[in-house]
C-alpha cells in the first residue's frame, strides 16, 4: 500500500471519531489559513527544509540534519484542538 493510500486511510478513520464541533473548528481554522494566502509561501513537496534544531519529546535537542543521519525524516505539523 503506498504512502498516500495509509493517510487516506488513517485520515478517514479519524474524521469519524472527531465530534463534530471540533471538525467544525478545524475546518474554519484550515479554510482562514488557505484564505490568508499563507500558502503561497510554503514549502512544497521536493524542496530542501533548511536545517533547524528542536528539542525531541526526550528533552534532547536534534537537528535536522543529524535526524537526516539517519536515513529519510518525516516532519509532521499539527495544529489543532490541545
Request: glycine share 10%.
Amino acid at each position: 500500500m503506498k504512502l498516500q493510500d495509509k493517510l487516506n486511510a488513517y485520515k478517514k478513520g479519524f474524521l469519524k471519531q472527531v465530534p463534530e464541533d471540533d471538525l467544525k473548528i478545524m475546518n474554519r481554522a484550515t479554510e482562514d489559513l488557505q484564505n490568508s494566502g499563507i500558502l503561497e509561501s510554503v514549502v512544497r513537496v521536493g524542496d530542501i527544509a533548511p536545517d533547524f534544531t528542536l528539542e525531541n519529546t526526550d528533552g534532547t535537542m536534534l537537528g535536522l540534519s543529524d535526524a537526516l543521519k539517519g536515513g529519510p525524516v518525516v516532519l509532521g505539523f499539527y495544529r489543532g484542538k490541545w
